[in-house]
């Protein structure tokens, strides 16, 4: 779809113009050469375009992992290409598969041991909910019981192009995110914490069976009548 000449676009500009300049400006002083940005918006475009996801894997929806970071689908085209096997060096979890309740403390103990900013993508059915596998003993009914998860991505398993769309989210999340005030992320606030308790394994379930800082169980139904 065209644009007229007289109406400006905001397709390359993640965020507001500076206080006192408007939109319209803006388009009209880039187009003569002049850029007028932020910190923010440089730092937010940087960490966008040079995401390092953490190189491992739970279940069949690995295979679509490694498939996106083939050639025909091309992750690198996002500035997304490097897995880093350190969770020291990684900024993005991608859940991909089934989370068993013995694999769970592994998990949580690796994105703790990520450094912040970080973010999470779930994808398939099984990190979801549990899919299939949900009123199973040993599998987890959702990884966001216990991180918090920033992006979904629903499929069993999903195509190559759906893990891209949810990269493609995560980097509009990170442009978009402001640094200061109410709205900050959590590892800019005072109030809110970047570990989360690692499950360990009780006489019956695991202790805690969920975080209840992410995640409280649903009150139950009180049906009127019989």
């Not at 500009?13 to 007028?36: D, F, N």
């Not at 993005?92 to 068993?100: D, P, R, S, W």
């Not at 192009?161 to 640094?179: F, N, V, Y």
């Not at 570990?195 to 009150?219: C, Q, R, T």
Request: charged content about 20%.
């Amino acid at each position: 779809m065209s644009n007229p000449a007289n109406t400006p676009t905001s397709t390359h500009l993640p965020t507001p113009p500076p206080a006192g300049i408007s939109v319209e400006e803006r388009e009209s002083m880039r187009r003569q050469g002049v850029l007028l940005t932020s910190f923010a918006e440089i730092y937010n475009w940087g960490r966008a375009n040079s995401i390092w996801p953490l190189q491992f894997g739970l279940a069949c929806c690995a295979i679509e992992m490694i498939c996106v970071a083939a050639a025909r689908f091309d992750i690198a085209r996002f500035g997304a290409e490097i897995f880093r096997a350190s969770p020291r060096q990684a900024d993005l979890m991608i859940m991909n598969g089934t989370v068993t309740k013995k694999m769970l403390p592994q998990v949580v103990r690796l994105w703790n041991q990520m450094g912040e900013p970080k973010f999470c993508i779930v994808m398939g059915a099984c990190a979801s909910s549990g899919g299939p596998f949900r009123e199973g003993y040993n599998v987890v009914k959702g990884i966001d019981r216990f991180i918090p998860v920033d992006v979904y991505v629903p499929g069993c398993p999903p195509r190559p192009e759906a893990l891209l769309h949810g990269l493609m989210e995560i980097q509009k999340k990170m442009r978009e995110e402001p640094l200061t005030g109410p709205d900050a992320p959590r590892y800019f606030r005072k109030d809110t914490t970047c570990e989360y308790p690692i499950p360990e394994f009780g006489e019956h379930d695991l202790v805690p069976p969920y975080n209840s800082e992410l995640w409280k169980p649903p009150a139950p139904i009180v049906r009127e009548g019989k």
